[in-house]
Protein backbone atom coordinates (compact mmCIF):
# COMPACT_ATOMS: atom_id res chain seq x y z
CA UNK A 1 0.00 0.00 0.00
CA UNK A 2 2.81 2.34 0.92
CA UNK A 3 4.59 1.81 -2.25
CA UNK A 4 1.78 2.43 -4.38
CA UNK A 5 0.94 5.78 -2.33
CA UNK A 6 4.45 7.01 -3.17
CA UNK A 7 4.37 6.19 -6.75
CA UNK A 8 1.24 7.77 -6.97
CA UNK A 9 2.49 11.00 -5.62
CA UNK A 10 5.14 11.07 -7.82
CA UNK A 11 2.83 10.30 -10.87
CA UNK A 12 0.77 13.44 -9.84
CA UNK A 13 4.09 15.17 -9.36
CA UNK A 14 4.24 15.38 -12.73
CA UNK A 15 1.88 17.17 -13.94
CA UNK A 16 2.41 18.70 -17.84
CA UNK A 17 0.15 21.63 -18.85
CA UNK A 18 -0.01 20.34 -22.12
CA UNK A 19 -1.92 16.93 -20.72
CA UNK A 20 -4.03 19.40 -18.29
CA UNK A 21 -5.49 22.04 -21.16
CA UNK A 22 -6.27 19.02 -23.37
CA UNK A 23 -8.48 17.98 -20.85
CA UNK A 24 -10.19 20.72 -20.79
CA UNK A 25 -12.21 22.49 -23.72
CA UNK A 26 -9.49 22.59 -26.21
CA UNK A 27 -11.45 24.72 -29.01
CA UNK A 28 -10.60 25.10 -32.76
CA UNK A 29 -10.29 29.01 -32.28
CA UNK A 30 -7.68 28.17 -29.11
CA UNK A 31 -6.21 26.19 -32.20
CA UNK A 32 -5.99 29.09 -34.45
CA UNK A 33 -4.16 31.20 -32.18
CA UNK A 34 -1.79 28.77 -31.53
CA UNK A 35 -0.86 28.41 -35.07
CA UNK A 36 -0.51 31.64 -35.43
CA UNK A 37 1.57 32.61 -32.61
CA UNK A 38 3.72 29.22 -33.04
CA UNK A 39 4.66 29.98 -36.77
CA UNK A 40 5.68 33.39 -36.16
CA UNK A 41 7.96 32.66 -32.99
CA UNK A 42 9.40 29.98 -35.65
CA UNK A 43 10.06 32.35 -37.81
CA UNK A 44 12.21 34.78 -35.02
CA UNK A 45 13.79 31.41 -33.92
CA UNK A 46 15.05 30.38 -37.25
CA UNK A 47 17.95 33.17 -37.43
CA UNK A 48 18.70 32.90 -33.36
CA UNK A 49 19.05 28.92 -33.29
CA UNK A 50 21.87 29.49 -35.88
CA UNK A 51 23.11 32.73 -34.48
CA UNK A 52 23.99 31.02 -31.17
CA UNK A 53 25.33 27.97 -32.42
CA UNK A 54 27.97 29.70 -34.59
CA UNK A 55 28.42 32.37 -31.83
CA UNK A 56 29.08 28.94 -29.44
CA UNK A 57 31.92 27.50 -31.64
CA UNK A 58 28.67 24.93 -32.78
CA UNK A 59 27.65 24.08 -36.46
CA UNK A 60 24.49 25.93 -37.62
CA UNK A 61 22.71 22.53 -38.13
CA UNK A 62 23.25 21.89 -34.04
CA UNK A 63 21.53 25.17 -33.32
CA UNK A 64 18.48 24.25 -35.37
CA UNK A 65 17.91 20.29 -34.23
CA UNK A 66 18.66 21.71 -30.90
CA UNK A 67 15.22 24.46 -30.91
CA UNK A 68 13.62 21.34 -32.82
CA UNK A 69 13.75 18.51 -29.87
CA UNK A 70 13.73 20.66 -26.89
CA UNK A 71 11.28 23.04 -28.41
CA UNK A 72 9.50 19.87 -29.20
CA UNK A 73 9.97 17.63 -26.53
CA UNK A 74 9.93 20.78 -23.85
CA UNK A 75 6.37 21.99 -24.57
CA UNK A 76 5.13 18.35 -24.28
CA UNK A 77 6.27 17.97 -21.40
CA UNK A 78 7.02 21.33 -19.61
CA UNK A 79 4.67 22.82 -16.87
CA UNK A 80 4.63 26.37 -18.22
CA UNK A 81 1.69 26.81 -20.51
CA UNK A 82 3.35 29.61 -22.87
CA UNK A 83 7.64 28.23 -22.27
CA UNK A 84 9.43 28.23 -25.84
CA UNK A 85 12.76 26.53 -25.35
CA UNK A 86 15.84 26.44 -27.70
CA UNK A 87 19.13 27.71 -27.46
CA UNK A 88 19.28 30.55 -25.96
CA UNK A 89 22.42 33.59 -25.54
CA UNK A 90 23.14 32.52 -21.58
CA UNK A 91 24.43 29.65 -22.84
CA UNK A 92 26.60 30.72 -25.57
CA UNK A 93 29.36 31.00 -23.04
CA UNK A 94 28.84 28.37 -21.71
CA UNK A 95 28.54 26.13 -24.60
CA UNK A 96 32.34 28.01 -25.78
CA UNK A 97 33.94 26.87 -22.78
CA UNK A 98 32.75 23.70 -22.79
CA UNK A 99 33.94 22.89 -26.28
CA UNK A 100 37.35 24.87 -25.94
CA UNK A 101 38.09 22.53 -23.26
CA UNK A 102 36.60 18.97 -23.58
CA UNK A 103 35.81 18.76 -27.39
CA UNK A 104 32.30 18.42 -29.09
CA UNK A 105 32.01 14.75 -28.04
CA UNK A 106 32.37 16.52 -24.27
CA UNK A 107 29.74 19.05 -24.58
CA UNK A 108 27.58 16.63 -25.33
CA UNK A 109 28.22 14.12 -22.86
CA UNK A 110 27.82 17.25 -20.43
CA UNK A 111 24.40 18.23 -22.36
CA UNK A 112 23.30 14.78 -21.27
CA UNK A 113 24.36 14.77 -17.61
CA UNK A 114 22.76 18.46 -17.29
CA UNK A 115 19.39 16.87 -18.32
CA UNK A 116 20.14 13.87 -15.71
CA UNK A 117 20.33 16.81 -13.29
CA UNK A 118 17.50 18.74 -13.89
CA UNK A 119 15.35 15.37 -14.06
CA UNK A 120 16.52 14.48 -10.37
CA UNK A 121 16.21 18.17 -9.54
CA UNK A 122 12.90 18.61 -10.70
CA UNK A 123 12.28 15.38 -9.14
CA UNK A 124 13.77 16.16 -5.97
CA UNK A 125 11.09 19.29 -6.00
CA UNK A 126 14.23 21.62 -6.03
CA UNK A 127 12.15 24.15 -8.38
CA UNK A 128 11.30 26.93 -5.62
CA UNK A 129 15.45 27.07 -4.20
CA UNK A 130 16.09 28.60 -7.29
CA UNK A 131 14.23 31.94 -5.80
CA UNK A 132 17.31 32.01 -3.06
CA UNK A 133 19.83 32.99 -5.91
CA UNK A 134 20.36 36.76 -4.75
CA UNK A 135 19.68 39.47 -6.77
CA UNK A 136 23.17 40.76 -7.41
CA UNK A 137 24.55 37.38 -8.38
CA UNK A 138 22.01 37.19 -11.24
CA UNK A 139 22.44 40.91 -12.57
CA UNK A 140 26.60 40.22 -12.11
CA UNK A 141 26.71 37.06 -14.16
CA UNK A 142 23.64 37.95 -17.38
CA UNK A 143 25.70 41.46 -17.63
CA UNK A 144 29.09 39.87 -17.82
CA UNK A 145 27.57 37.05 -20.12
CA UNK A 146 26.42 40.22 -22.31
CA UNK A 147 30.10 41.09 -22.27
CA UNK A 148 31.32 38.36 -23.48
CA UNK A 149 28.75 37.58 -25.96
CA UNK A 150 29.71 40.78 -27.53
CA UNK A 151 33.60 40.21 -27.14
CA UNK A 152 33.02 36.90 -29.04
CA UNK A 153 31.15 38.61 -32.01
CA UNK A 154 33.22 41.09 -33.03
CA UNK A 155 35.55 39.49 -34.98
CA UNK A 156 32.38 38.60 -37.57
CA UNK A 157 30.89 41.76 -37.20
CA UNK A 158 34.34 43.42 -38.74
CA UNK A 159 35.41 40.75 -40.83
CA UNK A 160 38.58 40.46 -38.99
CA UNK A 161 40.82 37.94 -40.44
CA UNK A 162 42.39 36.31 -37.18
CA UNK A 163 44.23 32.71 -37.57
CA UNK A 164 43.71 31.91 -34.35
CA UNK A 165 40.30 33.39 -32.43
CA UNK A 166 41.04 33.22 -28.57
CA UNK A 167 38.58 32.16 -26.06
CA UNK A 168 39.25 34.24 -23.47
CA UNK A 169 37.64 37.51 -23.45
CA UNK A 170 40.78 39.79 -22.77
CA UNK A 171 43.07 37.94 -25.07
CA UNK A 172 40.36 38.21 -28.04
CA UNK A 173 40.05 42.29 -27.12
CA UNK A 174 44.01 41.94 -27.33
CA UNK A 175 43.87 40.46 -31.11
CA UNK A 176 40.90 42.78 -32.20
CA UNK A 177 42.87 45.30 -31.56
CA UNK A 178 46.34 43.91 -33.22
CA UNK A 179 44.39 42.82 -36.23
CA UNK A 180 42.09 45.60 -36.60
CA UNK A 181 43.69 46.72 -40.11
CA UNK A 182 41.91 43.42 -41.78
CA UNK A 183 39.10 45.00 -41.56
CA UNK A 184 36.49 43.99 -43.66
CA UNK A 185 34.44 47.45 -44.53
CA UNK A 186 31.37 44.93 -46.36
CA UNK A 187 30.93 42.69 -43.61
CA UNK A 188 31.37 45.57 -41.39
CA UNK A 189 28.42 47.77 -43.00
CA UNK A 190 26.29 44.64 -43.23
CA UNK A 191 26.79 44.51 -39.18
CA UNK A 192 25.71 47.60 -39.13
CA UNK A 193 22.75 47.66 -41.22
CA UNK A 194 21.64 44.40 -39.54
CA UNK A 195 21.61 46.48 -35.73
CA UNK A 196 19.98 49.26 -37.34
CA UNK A 197 17.11 46.74 -39.01
CA UNK A 198 16.34 45.51 -35.69
CA UNK A 199 16.49 48.83 -33.63
CA UNK A 200 13.90 50.42 -36.04
CA UNK A 201 11.46 47.53 -36.68
CA UNK A 202 11.35 46.90 -33.01
CA UNK A 203 10.50 50.75 -32.45
CA UNK A 204 8.40 51.29 -35.03
CA UNK A 205 6.59 47.92 -35.57
CA UNK A 206 7.22 45.81 -33.08
CA UNK A 207 5.16 43.00 -33.99
CA UNK A 208 7.18 42.19 -36.96
CA UNK A 209 9.78 39.42 -36.90
CA UNK A 210 13.09 41.89 -36.48
CA UNK A 211 15.78 39.39 -36.76
CA UNK A 212 13.94 37.35 -39.57
CA UNK A 213 13.95 40.58 -41.67
CA UNK A 214 17.41 41.81 -41.22
CA UNK A 215 18.58 38.91 -42.61
CA UNK A 216 16.61 38.42 -45.58
CA UNK A 217 17.24 42.01 -46.31
CA UNK A 218 20.92 41.75 -45.85
CA UNK A 219 21.35 38.34 -47.12
CA UNK A 220 19.84 39.24 -50.10
CA UNK A 221 22.12 42.59 -50.31
CA UNK A 222 25.14 40.35 -50.03
CA UNK A 223 23.97 37.65 -52.39
CA UNK A 224 22.49 40.66 -55.55
CA UNK A 225 25.46 42.95 -54.72
CA UNK A 226 28.07 40.14 -54.69
CA UNK A 227 29.93 41.46 -51.85
CA UNK A 228 32.63 39.61 -50.28
CA UNK A 229 31.52 38.81 -47.31
CA UNK A 230 31.94 35.95 -45.52
CA UNK A 231 28.65 33.66 -45.14
CA UNK A 232 27.49 29.91 -43.73
CA UNK A 233 28.27 28.40 -46.43
CA UNK A 234 32.02 29.47 -46.66
CA UNK A 235 32.89 28.59 -43.05
CA UNK A 236 30.83 25.60 -42.73
CA UNK A 237 29.46 24.47 -46.00
CA UNK A 238 25.96 23.73 -47.12
CA UNK A 239 23.85 23.05 -44.69
CA UNK A 240 22.52 19.17 -44.54
CA UNK A 241 18.74 18.36 -44.83
CA UNK A 242 19.52 14.78 -43.50
CA UNK A 243 18.05 13.62 -40.26
CA UNK A 244 19.37 13.09 -37.26
CA UNK A 245 20.37 9.33 -35.44
CA UNK A 246 20.66 9.01 -32.12
CA UNK A 247 23.33 7.97 -30.43
CA UNK A 248 23.94 7.17 -26.71
CA UNK A 249 27.16 8.58 -25.56
CA UNK A 250 29.65 6.40 -24.15
CA UNK A 251 29.53 7.65 -20.53
CA UNK A 252 32.10 6.09 -17.50
CA UNK A 253 32.83 7.02 -14.00
CA UNK A 254 35.60 8.72 -15.05
CA UNK A 255 34.06 10.66 -17.68
CA UNK A 256 31.30 11.60 -15.49
CA UNK A 257 33.92 13.36 -13.19
CA UNK A 258 35.47 14.84 -15.24
CA UNK A 259 32.65 16.49 -17.33
CA UNK A 260 30.64 17.09 -13.62
CA UNK A 261 31.63 20.74 -12.89
CA UNK A 262 30.25 21.42 -16.72
CA UNK A 263 27.09 19.51 -16.28
CA UNK A 264 26.38 21.21 -13.51
CA UNK A 265 27.07 24.49 -14.88
CA UNK A 266 24.49 23.73 -17.52
CA UNK A 267 21.88 22.50 -15.23
CA UNK A 268 22.41 25.17 -13.17
CA UNK A 269 21.88 28.34 -16.10
CA UNK A 270 19.22 26.11 -17.37
CA UNK A 271 17.56 25.78 -14.57
CA UNK A 272 17.72 29.54 -14.09
CA UNK A 273 17.00 30.50 -17.08
CA UNK A 274 13.77 28.39 -17.95
CA UNK A 275 12.06 28.88 -14.36
CA UNK A 276 12.85 33.14 -14.62
CA UNK A 277 11.44 32.97 -18.36
CA UNK A 278 8.29 30.71 -17.30
CA UNK A 279 7.85 33.31 -13.99
CA UNK A 280 7.87 36.22 -16.90
CA UNK A 281 5.18 34.43 -18.71
CA UNK A 282 3.35 34.22 -15.54
CA UNK A 283 3.68 37.88 -15.17
CA UNK A 284 2.22 38.56 -18.26
CA UNK A 285 -0.62 36.39 -18.08
CA UNK A 286 -1.58 35.71 -14.83
CA UNK A 287 -0.70 31.69 -15.57
CA UNK A 288 1.09 29.59 -12.62
CA UNK A 289 3.26 27.45 -14.01
CA UNK A 290 4.75 24.24 -12.42
CA UNK A 291 8.46 24.78 -11.72
CA UNK A 292 9.51 20.60 -10.44
CA UNK A 293 7.41 19.61 -13.79
CA UNK A 294 9.29 22.30 -15.94
CA UNK A 295 12.52 21.25 -14.68
CA UNK A 296 12.22 17.82 -15.50
CA UNK A 297 10.80 18.91 -18.80
CA UNK A 298 13.76 20.65 -19.38
CA UNK A 299 15.65 17.42 -18.28
CA UNK A 300 14.53 15.47 -20.75
CA UNK A 301 14.96 17.91 -23.62
CA UNK A 302 18.96 18.07 -22.55
CA UNK A 303 18.89 14.26 -22.37
CA UNK A 304 17.36 13.98 -25.88
CA UNK A 305 19.87 16.94 -27.55
CA UNK A 306 22.78 14.87 -25.77
CA UNK A 307 21.79 11.90 -27.62
CA UNK A 308 21.00 13.28 -31.14
CA UNK A 309 24.56 15.56 -30.74
CA UNK A 310 23.13 19.12 -30.01
CA UNK A 311 24.05 21.75 -27.71
CA UNK A 312 21.84 22.37 -24.60
CA UNK A 313 18.70 24.32 -24.16
CA UNK A 314 16.60 26.11 -21.70
CA UNK A 315 13.71 28.59 -21.86
CA UNK A 316 13.76 31.01 -23.76
CA UNK A 317 12.31 34.83 -22.18
CA UNK A 318 12.35 36.88 -25.70
CA UNK A 319 10.70 33.91 -27.69
CA UNK A 320 8.47 33.29 -24.94
CA UNK A 321 7.29 36.81 -24.85
CA UNK A 322 6.53 36.81 -28.44
CA UNK A 323 4.75 33.74 -28.39
CA UNK A 324 2.59 35.24 -25.58
CA UNK A 325 2.18 38.90 -27.76
CA UNK A 326 0.92 37.05 -31.21
CA UNK A 327 -1.69 35.29 -28.85
CA UNK A 328 -1.09 31.98 -27.64
CA UNK A 329 -2.95 29.35 -25.24
CA UNK A 330 -1.16 26.66 -25.05
CA UNK A 331 1.88 24.74 -25.32
CA UNK A 332 0.76 23.28 -28.63
CA UNK A 333 2.14 27.01 -29.80
CA UNK A 334 5.39 25.90 -29.04
CA UNK A 335 5.25 22.33 -30.48
CA UNK A 336 4.20 24.45 -34.01
CA UNK A 337 6.92 26.52 -33.69
CA UNK A 338 9.47 23.30 -33.99
CA UNK A 339 7.54 22.00 -36.45
CA UNK A 340 8.11 25.20 -38.61
CA UNK A 341 11.63 24.97 -37.70
CA UNK A 342 11.67 21.11 -39.03
CA UNK A 343 9.90 21.72 -42.10
CA UNK A 344 12.81 24.44 -42.76
CA UNK A 345 15.33 22.00 -42.12
CA UNK A 346 14.39 19.56 -44.04
CA UNK A 347 13.03 21.41 -47.12
CA UNK A 348 14.53 24.83 -47.17
CA UNK A 349 17.90 24.62 -45.13
CA UNK A 350 20.25 25.43 -48.32
CA UNK A 351 18.73 28.82 -48.56
CA UNK A 352 20.10 29.52 -44.95
CA UNK A 353 23.59 29.29 -45.95
CA UNK A 354 23.63 32.41 -47.75
CA UNK A 355 23.33 34.14 -44.71
CA UNK A 356 26.37 36.36 -44.06
CA UNK A 357 28.10 35.89 -40.56
CA UNK A 358 28.04 39.51 -40.00
CA UNK A 359 24.30 39.68 -39.84
CA UNK A 360 24.47 36.61 -37.35
CA UNK A 361 27.04 39.05 -35.46
CA UNK A 362 24.88 41.81 -35.60
CA UNK A 363 21.94 40.15 -34.00
CA UNK A 364 24.09 38.47 -31.75
CA UNK A 365 25.19 41.80 -30.45
CA UNK A 366 21.64 42.97 -30.03
CA UNK A 367 21.17 40.25 -27.96
CA UNK A 368 24.07 41.13 -25.61
CA UNK A 369 22.77 44.21 -25.53
CA UNK A 370 19.57 43.10 -24.29
CA UNK A 371 20.75 40.65 -21.97
CA UNK A 372 23.69 43.08 -20.15
CA UNK A 373 20.56 45.23 -19.63
CA UNK A 374 23.02 47.84 -17.97
CA UNK A 375 20.36 49.88 -16.41
CA UNK A 376 19.65 47.65 -14.17
CA UNK A 377 23.33 47.21 -13.64
CA UNK A 378 23.60 50.89 -13.06
CA UNK A 379 20.70 50.95 -10.34
CA UNK A 380 22.84 48.62 -8.13
CA UNK A 381 24.80 51.86 -7.21
CA UNK A 382 21.96 52.85 -4.92
CA UNK A 383 21.73 49.37 -3.26
CA UNK A 384 23.61 48.86 -0.36
CA UNK A 385 26.97 48.45 -0.73
CA UNK A 386 27.75 44.73 0.32
CA UNK A 387 24.93 43.85 -2.57
CA UNK A 388 27.04 46.13 -5.05
CA UNK A 389 30.09 44.13 -4.10
CA UNK A 390 28.80 40.80 -4.71
CA UNK A 391 27.44 41.92 -8.17
CA UNK A 392 30.58 43.75 -9.37
CA UNK A 393 32.36 40.15 -7.92
CA UNK A 394 30.54 38.29 -10.07
CA UNK A 395 30.43 40.14 -13.13
CA UNK A 396 34.30 40.79 -13.17
CA UNK A 397 34.47 36.57 -12.76
CA UNK A 398 32.12 36.16 -15.33
CA UNK A 399 34.42 38.29 -17.81
CA UNK A 400 37.42 37.78 -16.49
CA UNK A 401 37.34 33.71 -15.87
CA UNK A 402 34.37 31.92 -16.44
CA UNK A 403 30.31 31.56 -15.10
CA UNK A 404 30.88 28.67 -12.89
CA UNK A 405 33.60 30.70 -10.67
CA UNK A 406 31.57 33.97 -10.89
CA UNK A 407 28.39 32.23 -10.01
CA UNK A 408 30.60 30.35 -7.13
CA UNK A 409 31.94 33.25 -5.51
CA UNK A 410 29.38 35.46 -5.74
CA UNK A 411 26.71 32.90 -3.81
CA UNK A 412 29.56 32.46 -1.43
CA UNK A 413 30.30 35.93 -0.86
CA UNK A 414 26.70 36.63 -0.54
CA UNK A 415 26.20 34.07 2.13
CA UNK A 416 28.73 35.87 4.09
CA UNK A 417 27.23 38.98 3.93
CA UNK A 418 23.42 37.53 4.65
CA UNK A 419 25.57 36.38 7.39
CA UNK A 420 27.28 39.02 8.94
CA UNK A 421 24.10 41.58 8.44
CA UNK A 422 22.22 38.71 10.33
CA UNK A 423 24.31 38.77 13.43
CA UNK A 424 24.42 42.64 13.48
CA UNK A 425 20.56 42.32 14.18
CA UNK A 426 21.03 40.02 16.60
CA UNK A 427 21.32 41.81 20.27
CA UNK A 428 21.60 41.07 24.19
CA UNK A 429 19.38 43.60 26.15
CA UNK A 430 19.44 44.08 30.10
CA UNK A 431 16.34 43.62 32.09
CA UNK A 432 16.94 47.79 32.57
CA UNK A 433 16.98 48.21 29.38
CA UNK A 434 13.96 46.01 28.70
CA UNK A 435 11.92 47.74 30.29
CA UNK A 436 12.84 51.50 28.68
CA UNK A 437 11.39 49.82 25.78
CA UNK A 438 7.25 49.43 25.14
CA UNK A 439 6.22 45.86 25.89
CA UNK A 440 3.57 44.06 24.71
CA UNK A 441 3.35 42.88 27.97
CA UNK A 442 3.80 45.89 30.40
CA UNK A 443 2.15 43.96 33.10
CA UNK A 444 5.04 40.84 33.05
CA UNK A 445 7.83 43.60 32.68
CA UNK A 446 6.66 44.98 36.21
CA UNK A 447 8.81 42.38 38.29
CA UNK A 448 10.92 43.78 41.03
CA UNK A 449 14.43 41.39 41.21
CA UNK A 450 16.10 40.49 43.88
CA UNK A 451 19.71 41.42 44.33
CA UNK A 452 21.49 38.58 42.89
CA UNK A 453 19.43 38.10 39.74
CA UNK A 454 20.62 38.95 36.24
CA UNK A 455 17.98 39.15 33.30
CA UNK A 456 19.51 39.96 29.76
CA UNK A 457 17.33 39.27 26.72
CA UNK A 458 18.34 37.73 23.25
CA UNK A 459 16.83 39.15 20.03
CA UNK A 460 16.87 37.36 16.30
CA UNK A 461 18.11 33.83 15.65
CA UNK A 462 20.52 32.34 17.76
CA UNK A 463 22.71 30.76 15.47
CA UNK A 464 26.95 30.43 14.47
CA UNK A 465 26.45 34.00 13.04
CA UNK A 466 26.21 35.70 16.71
CA UNK A 467 27.16 32.27 18.90
CA UNK A 468 29.73 34.41 20.99
CA UNK A 469 27.25 37.27 21.94
CA UNK A 470 26.90 35.13 25.45
CA UNK A 471 30.76 34.83 25.75
CA UNK A 472 30.61 38.78 25.54
CA UNK A 473 27.77 39.35 28.13
CA UNK A 474 29.71 37.32 30.53
CA UNK A 475 32.93 39.32 29.48
CA UNK A 476 30.53 42.29 30.64
CA UNK A 477 29.62 41.38 34.04
CA UNK A 478 31.97 42.41 37.20
CA UNK A 479 30.30 39.90 39.19
CA UNK A 480 28.53 36.78 38.62
CA UNK A 481 24.87 36.25 39.33
CA UNK A 482 23.60 33.76 41.89
CA UNK A 483 20.65 33.49 38.96
CA UNK A 484 20.94 34.58 35.28
CA UNK A 485 17.55 34.70 33.67
CA UNK A 486 18.21 34.14 29.67
CA UNK A 487 15.04 35.47 28.16
CA UNK A 488 14.53 33.67 24.52
CA UNK A 489 10.50 34.93 23.21
CA UNK A 490 12.50 36.66 20.26
CA UNK A 491 14.89 33.83 19.29
CA UNK A 492 12.42 32.48 16.38
CA UNK A 493 15.33 29.90 15.75
CA UNK A 494 18.76 28.09 16.99
CA UNK A 495 21.15 26.15 15.45
CA UNK A 496 24.04 23.46 17.10
CA UNK A 497 26.87 26.06 17.21
CA UNK A 498 24.47 28.19 19.13
CA UNK A 499 23.47 25.19 21.35
CA UNK A 500 27.40 24.70 21.86
CA UNK A 501 27.72 28.26 22.90
CA UNK A 502 25.18 27.67 25.44
CA UNK A 503 26.80 24.47 26.88
CA UNK A 504 30.05 26.73 27.33
CA UNK A 505 27.96 29.37 29.00
CA UNK A 506 25.94 26.57 31.45
CA UNK A 507 29.15 25.39 32.72
CA UNK A 508 30.70 28.53 33.19
CA UNK A 509 27.55 29.58 35.03
CA UNK A 510 27.95 26.04 36.85
CA UNK A 511 31.91 27.03 37.52
CA UNK A 512 30.51 30.33 39.62
CA UNK A 513 27.91 28.97 41.49
CA UNK A 514 25.51 30.38 38.87
CA UNK A 515 21.89 29.12 38.17
CA UNK A 516 21.18 29.57 34.39
CA UNK A 517 17.11 29.49 33.71
CA UNK A 518 15.76 30.12 30.70
CA UNK A 519 12.43 31.99 29.98
CA UNK A 520 10.30 31.89 27.04
CA UNK A 521 11.30 29.66 24.50
CA UNK A 522 10.06 29.37 21.57
CA UNK A 523 8.96 25.95 20.14
CA UNK A 524 12.26 25.01 17.15
CA UNK A 525 14.67 25.92 20.07
CA UNK A 526 12.38 24.29 22.48
CA UNK A 527 13.04 20.83 20.31
CA UNK A 528 16.42 22.04 19.84
CA UNK A 529 17.25 22.29 23.08
CA UNK A 530 15.40 18.88 24.06
CA UNK A 531 16.91 16.66 21.58
CA UNK A 532 20.69 18.05 22.41
CA UNK A 533 19.76 17.46 26.38
CA UNK A 534 20.58 21.37 26.97
CA UNK A 535 17.18 21.03 29.40
CA UNK A 536 19.02 17.89 31.25
CA UNK A 537 21.89 19.90 32.13
CA UNK A 538 20.59 23.03 34.02
CA UNK A 539 17.15 21.13 35.07
CA UNK A 540 13.81 20.80 32.99
CA UNK A 541 12.37 22.97 35.68
CA UNK A 542 14.49 25.70 34.84
CA UNK A 543 13.26 25.71 31.11
CA UNK A 544 10.32 28.41 31.52
CA UNK A 545 7.31 28.80 29.41
CA UNK A 546 6.77 32.60 30.86
CA UNK A 547 8.72 35.13 32.59
CA UNK A 548 6.45 35.13 35.68
CA UNK A 549 7.62 31.59 36.57
CA UNK A 550 11.15 32.39 35.69
CA UNK A 551 10.93 34.87 38.22
CA UNK A 552 9.51 32.59 41.07
CA UNK A 553 12.06 29.71 40.23
CA UNK A 554 15.23 32.42 40.73
CA UNK A 555 13.62 33.59 43.67
CA UNK A 556 13.40 30.04 44.74
CA UNK A 557 17.00 29.18 43.96
CA UNK A 558 17.95 32.19 45.82
CA UNK A 559 16.48 30.74 49.30
Known sequence: ???????????????????????????????????????????????????????????????????????????????????????????????????????????ITATFLAGVLLVILGALKLGSLIKFIPYPVTVGFTTGIGFVIAGGQIKDFLGLTIPDYKAEFFERMEQ?????????????????????????????????????????????????????????????????????????????????????????????????ESLLSAVVADGMTGDKHDSNTELMAQGVGNMLCGLAGCIPATGAIARTATNIKNGAVSPISAIIHALVLLIFTLFASNLASAIPLATLSGILLVVAWDMAELRRFLNMKTAPKSDALVMLTTFALT???????????????????????????VKISTFETILDKTTEEPKQESH??????????????????????????????????????????????????????????????????????????????????????????????HVCSDFTTAVEQAKQCLK
Open 1 to 107: MKVQEITQKRITMFKPKLFEILKQNYTKSMFVKDLVSGITVGIVALPLAIAFAIGANASPMQGLWTAIIAGFSIALLGGSRYQVSGPTGAFVVIIAGVIAQYGMDGL
Open 176 to 272: IVHYIGTINYYAAGIGIVTIVIILLIRKLFPRLPAAIIAVILTTLTVYVLKLPVETISTRFGALSSALLTLKVPAISWNLIRTLLPAAVTIAFLGSI
Open 399 to 425: VAVDLTVAVEIGLILAVFLFVKRMSET
Open 448 to 541: ELAKGIEVYEINGPFFFGNADILQDTLEQLEKPPRVFILRMRHVPAIDATAVNALVSFIKHCKHHKTQLILSEVNEQPQKVLESMGIAEMIGKE
